[in-house]
């Protein structure tokens, strides 16, 4: 399948990009071989091969969560920018 001009102006109008005419050639060479090479993946056999989501096997990486003591609050607080009593100052984000 090759795309005309026309259809590489039409892809750039719904893309809303405004490509000269020299980008436009430009980019029809590069859909061309992005659309060939699209087509060449169609035709591999893929009969009996299962879906995979990952390629290869994915294990769970993290440590276990396990419960421990957190931070104390004049710790956790130490270098905020603003303090309000034990918790962290920011300004309001809600009209009144």
Do not use: C
Not at 11 to 20: G, K
Not at 32 to 61: C, F, K, M, R, S
Not at 67 to 79: I, M, R, Y
């Amino acid at each position: 399948m090759s795309l005309s001009l026309d259809d590489v102006r039409w892809i750039a109008h719904l893309a809303r990009l405004d490509m000269a005419e020299d980008e436009l050639q430009r980019m029809a060479r590069d859909l061309d071989g992005i659309v060939a090479y699209v087509d060449q993946l169609q035709q591999v056999d893929t009969q009996g091969i299962e879906p995979l989501v990952h390629p290869v096997p994915v294990q769970n990486v993290f440590r276990d969560d396990e419960p421990a003591p957190s931070l104390a609050v004049g710790a956790a607080l130490k270098n905020a920018p603003a303090r309000r009593g034990d918790f962290f100052g920011v300004p309001a984000v809600l009209e009144k």
